[in-house]
Structures are given as structure tokens and as C-alpha cells.
């Protein structure tokens, strides 16, 4: 895990270099009982060169990991909680949502 990470927040933050990220870590584990979630979390986090800090309301950035069994995926993203957590059903309902005008029933006019 630590060399995947290494990996990853080395390319981006090599691009992104003198900026301050502050960033969220979202973990997803599933059929893994090795690892405590708090664990995990501390280790990703230590591996973010320094600079950068976490912000769980409001951050810019954010650290994926998904780990499924014995296998663990890490990105980093922009805009995730904008993206609807890259849902497409929900994307797709707000599209709609968004594009139809709001309809209003009148009440019949008596005469």
C-alpha cells in the first residue's frame, strides 16, 4: 500500500507542485478484516507529503482507496462530492432535475 501510494501522490502532487492542497481521505473496504479503517487512514495520511492538510467539511482534493480483500486501488480526484461520488444515476437526476422547469398546478378559478 505504501509504495501505491507513493506512487500516486508523487505524480500528482509533482504537477501540482507549490500548492497547498487540503484534502479529504475516503476509504471504502469491503471483505477485508486484516486492517482497522482508523489504521489505514492514519497510514495514507502520513504518506502526504507535507504541506497539505485535511479538511473533512470543504477539501479541494480527495483521496480514494478502495481496498477489496486483498487487493487496494488508491486515486486522487477533484470534485467528488460535485460529481455525486462519480454516480451516474444520481449525476443524471440532477441533470434532469436542473433542466426541467418548475411546474406549478393553479388552482381552478370559479366563475
Known amino acids: 500500500m505504501k509504495s501505491l501510494c507513493e506512487k500516486v501522490f508523487g505524480a500528482f502532487f509533482e504537477k501540482e507542485q507549490g500548492k497547498a492542497f487540503t484534502y ?13 479503517r482508523p489504521a489505514i487512514i492514519q497510514h495514507i495520511a502520513s504518506w502526504v507529503p507535507e504541506g497539505h492538510t485535511v479538511s473533512l467539511d470543504n477539501p479541494e482534493i480527495f483521496v480514494l482507496v478502495e481496498i477489496f480483500k486483498s487487493v487496494c486501488g488508491v486515486s486522487i ?20 432535475a436542473e433542466a426541467e422547469p418548475a411546474v406549478s ?7
Open 77 to 96: 480526484v477533484r470534485d467528488y462530492y460535485k460529481l455525486a461520488k462519480f454516480n451516474v444515476l444520481e449525476l443524471a437526476n440532477k441533470t434532469n
Open 24 to 36: 479529504k481521505i475516503e476509504l471504502r473496504v469491503r471483505n477485508h478484516t486484516t486492517l482497522a
Open 105 to 111: 398546478i393553479a388552482e381552478p378559478q370559479q366563475s
